[in-house]
Structure formats: C-alpha cells, structure tokens
C-alpha cells in the first residue's frame, strides 16, 4: 500500500508539469488531468490484482511516466532520478558514444545516424538499423536513455560492447562490437555527379555553413544541387538556417514554433544562387537536418524519397518527484504551417529504397538532370 501511494503522489507530480508544460495553461491543470491520477490507481490495482504473475510498482510507475509523457511529445522521455543526471550529460555531448545517434521506432531504438570514422561506422553499423541489446540488456521496449546510458557506460569505461542489430530490411540479427576510440566528425562535402553538385552536411551547423561557402565554389556553374540528408540528425537550428542560405541563396526564414505562443523565426542570408535544389530524404533524416530540409521546401527545393522521421523538438528537463520530464519547448514549423514533430517531413517524389542500388539518389539526379519530371514514372 505505502508504494502504490508512492506511485500516484509522484504520477501527480509529473501530470501537472506534463500538462502545464505540454497545454501551456495558465491556470494549471485541468480536473481532467486530476482524473487521470484516480485512472492510474485503478489500472495499477487491476494490474497487480489480476494479471498471472506480480507486477512490481516500479516498472508499472516507469512505463506509466513514459507513456504519460511521449502522449503530449512522442520523442520526449521521463528519467528517473537515479539516470537523470547522467542522461543529461549524455545529451549535452557534442558527440554521441561511439558515433551512434539513437532514436526510437516501433519500440525500438532506432539508428539515426553513424558519425564516419567512429567505432559504430567502422563496426558496420548504417541508418536505419534497429538495436535489440546492449550487452546482456534488451533495450526493446525500453525508454531510450537504457541504451544511451548503457553506450555511454561502456565507452567511458573504456570497454568494448556488443550489440545485437537488426538490419535495416528486417532480414536478420547480428552482433556487431564497439570498441571505444577517438572520433571527430566530418566537415561538409561537395561532389559533382551526372552533372549535378552531390552535397553532404554530416553536422548541421555554423561551422559546416561557413565550410560550405569554400565547398561549393567549384560547382557554381552547376545547374542543379542535389542535397542529401539521409543519416542526418546533429546540428542546431541556427546552423539549419544558415546551411539553407548557403545551398539556396538569398534570404532564409526558419520558423520555430513553442508553448504559450511564443515561437521565434530564425534568420539567415547567402549568396545568390541560381541553380534547382533537390533534397534527398527519409526515416533517417532528424531533428535538424529535418529543419534544413524544410527550410531548403520553402525556398523551392523538391523533396525525393520517404518520410522524415519527425522529431524537430528542442527539449529541456523539468525537474519533478523521483526524476526529470523532458518534454519538448521549441519545435520546427514545416512550409505548410504545421509542426515537423511527430509527422515528419512528406517527400514531393516518393521513392522507396531498394535492394542493390540507391534509387533516391538515383532518382533526385534524374530530376537534377532534366531526365524525368516529377511524379513521372521512374
């Protein structure tokens, strides 16, 4: 009884700041997320109850907490206060450990992105993938800070990990081994290609914008830029903004929405430029690269590929009872108005991916190139 009353006092706590936070009310929560407090003593009574075997308090408050908080921000999480700390210094690294960005999808964590020349890219491991285990520990199901904690664990320690990986088709599972080592990403890179300048913005920010002007240079005579995004997730917004005033030229507005209506649009001016833009994209282009790419949307580039993967949100820790709500408090506008969280991006020219080939690539060069127009069969 003592912890089920545990439970709901710190479910209580996290309602509130969830709710204000999420609803932007000024007036506090309503009796509707009051309500919700009875609904979860009930739920956890009818759990320990009746389900077949007993169901400790903790993994119950820990999936409740979860699910309360990704219903209002689905890539927002709750740390319980004995991560917390370390969670936080996990996100405030200016690379991930081992060069492997995570995110989530159908419950598990889902590879983003590969820093090149990391211990993740150098074990094989590509965007897209899934990640079942860390070690001995499944992380199916799971809030995301088990596996980036438990990275973050082992390259500290300086110890090897092994994961079990699932490939991107869904084909099969493999082990693949990190061992720590020294990484540094990469700077941005220009290539022509069937005609047109093949860009690749690993980190999107100031530095590769500035990079950029240098980069692009010998391509100026090009009539087509092709942008590709796929396995893209770190940067800033302001880098966004910059790196699409020097890919599209002239003046680059970025529109960034936030609770109690207090949103900001982002800035940034280029140089002229004249050529057509062409973005590659798909699940495995996040959170500032989604940014870019939707800013590159406004100034007239045309999206090849799938669906972003929708995950635009700035997040900050509200601190609470037994732990931290990280919950979204600024986030993308997409050209049409709406929110980039938890839809993504949607491609003009939807191409799925193939086996033996890279028919996105392939295709945004065909419409770079004047080969096809859009919507034409390929």
Not at 9 to 30: K, Y
Request: hydrophobic share 45%; charged share 20%.
């Amino acid at each position: 009884m003592k912890h089920r009353w545990l439970f709901l006092a710190v479910s209580l706590v996290m309602i509130v700041a969830v709710g204000a936070l999420a609803f932007g009310s000024a007036g506090g929560p309503g009796r509707s997320l009051y309500r919700l407090v009875g609904m979860f003593g009930q739920v956890v009574s009818l759990v320990r109850s009746s389900y077949v075997e007993e169901v400790p308090v903790a993994k119950l408050e820990l999936g409740a907490m979860n699910g309360l908080v990704q219903a209002a921000d689905p890539g927002g999480l709750w740390a319980p206060e004995d991560v917390a700390a370390q969670y936080a210094r996990v996100r405030g690294r200016a690379l991930p450990p081992f060069g492997l960005v995570l995110g989530q999808r159908s419950s598990y964590p889902f590879v983003v992105q590969v820093v090149a020349g990391s211990p993740a890219a150098k074990a094989g491991i590509v965007p897209g993938e899934l990640v079942e285990s860390i070690g001995a520990e499944p992380v199916r199901a799971r809030a995301l800070w088990r596996a980036l904690t438990l990275l973050d664990d082992a390259e500290r320690k300086g110890a090897d990990v092994t994961l079990d990986v699932i490939d991107r088709q869904l084909d099969g599972k493999r082990p693949v081994t990190l061992k720590p080592a020294s990484f540094a990403a990469g700077g941005p890179s220009v290539e022509m290609k069937e005609g047109a300048a093949v860009v690749r913005v690993p980190v999107v920010d100031a530095a590769a914008a500035a990079a950029l002007g240098d980069a692009l240079r010998p391509s100026e005579g090009a009539s087509a830029l092709v942008v590709d995004l796929r396995g893209v997730a770190l940067g800033t917004p302001e880098g966004a903004a910059r790196v699409a005033a020097q890919l599209a030229g002239g003046a680059v507005e970025l529109k960034m929405g936030a609770s109690g209506d207090k949103g900001e649009t982002v800035k940034a001016q280029g140089p002229a430029r004249s050529w057509k833009v062409f973005v590659c994209l798909d699940a495995t282009t996040a959170g500032p690269a989604e940014l870019l790419a939707s800013a590159l949307k406004s100034r007239g580039a045309t999206l090849v590929g799938t669906e972003s993967y929708g995950d635009t949100g700035q997040r900050r820790a509200i601190k609470g009872a037994g732990g931290e709500v990280w919950l979204a408090s600024a986030w993308g506008i997409g050209p049409d108005g709406k929110p980039i969280l938890g839809a993504g991006l949607k491609p003009d020219e939807r191409v799925r991916p193939r086996k033996g080939g890279d028919a996105v690539l392939d295709r945004a060069l065909e419409l770079a190139g004047g080969r096809a127009a859009i919507g034409q069969a390929a």
